[in-house]
């Protein structure tokens, strides 16, 4: 499913193998490299972020997924769980500060901390030139995009100093570097992105946090229907 291109800091962390997603293994793990580690992703119910949760299960760590629909977040855990996977979730749209909040007692309650943040969830809610994006638009994504994983890191952040290390990896796109026409904003949100990983790796070297970024093409998900079909989600979806 991954056909990712890595954007890393090099150089300024050290080598460490616990949040890199291995992609040719299928093999379920509770004992694996990640036994113990406690790792929250956003926008888990689908996609890439889905993924993503169930190989950081696969390889041993408890995972709390979440998303904006409790209907999704149930059919994800009851399928990794099916896997016989330590996985739990609940509802967190990443631009509300409330839900952010239940995000931060769920992980606390079950889990006590956290050492792996990955922030996946993002909208896309414009198929137009950029001029053409009025000024809600440009509000939605930049909050939901850019300001969310800021502020849900910033509120994590003491329960992942506690644990004496931490990983966060920020999904940004292709569309950073190769930006699609008629996305405009969307492509300048994940550009931001970079300049977020870039600040962030700076500010949490010293206490032991590595702040890294993913940077996939084009894959196979609902979300990228726009792209390769040119087709706009319905507005109430990204209006959330
Ligand atoms: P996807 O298949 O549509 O899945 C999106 C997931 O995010 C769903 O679980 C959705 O569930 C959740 N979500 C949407 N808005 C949310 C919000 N405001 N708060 C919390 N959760 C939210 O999308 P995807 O293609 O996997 O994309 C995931 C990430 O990869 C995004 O950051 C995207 O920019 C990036 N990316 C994707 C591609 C690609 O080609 N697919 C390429 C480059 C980068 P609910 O509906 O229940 O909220």
């Known amino acids: 499913m991954f056909q990712a291109v890595a954007y890393v800091s090099r150089g300024l962390f050290r080598s460490y193998a616990g949040l890199s997603v291995r992609m040719n293994s299928t093999g379920i793990d509770q004992k694996g490299v990640l036994a113990n580690r406690v790792a929250v992703v956003t926008g888990a119910t689908d996609g890439i972020g889905f993924a993503i949760a169930r190989r950081l299960a696969r390889d041993g760590a408890h995972v709390v997924v979440s998303s904006r629909k409790q209907h999704n977040v149930d059919r994800a855990v009851a399928a990794l769980q099916g896997e016989g996977l330590s996985v739990t979730g609940t509802v967190c749209h990443v631009g509300k500060a409330e839900d952010r909040e239940r995000l931060v007692a769920t992980v606390l309650e079950h889990y006590g901390g956290l050492d792996f943040l990955v922030c996946?969830?993002?909208?896309?809610?414009?198929?137009?030139?950029?001029?053409?994006?009025?000024?809600?638009?440009?509000?939605?994504?930049?909050?939901?995009?850019?300001?969310?994983?800021a502020l849900l890191l910033s509120q994590l952040l003491p329960h992942m100093e506690n644990r004496g290390m931490g990983a966060v990896i920020l999904v940004s796109s292709i569309a950073a570097y190769i930006p699609h026409v008629e996305l405009g904003p969307y492509n300048v949100s994940k550009t931001a992105l970079l300049g977020l990983t870039r600040t962030l790796s700076l500010e949490l070297a010293p206490k032991g946090i590595r702040v890294n970024c993913l940077v996939p093409g084009i894959i196979k998900t609902n979300f990228s229907k726009v792209v390769r079909t040119g087709v706009c989600p319905p507005f109430p979806s990204w209006a959330q």
Not at 128 to 133: F, G, M, P, V, Y
Not at 134 to 148: A, G, M, P, Q, R
């Open 120 to 149: 996946n969830a993002a909208v896309n809610p414009l198929v137009r030139s950029t001029l053409q994006a009025s000024e809600e638009v440009w509000d939605k994504i930049l909050d939901v995009n850019v300001k969310s994983p």
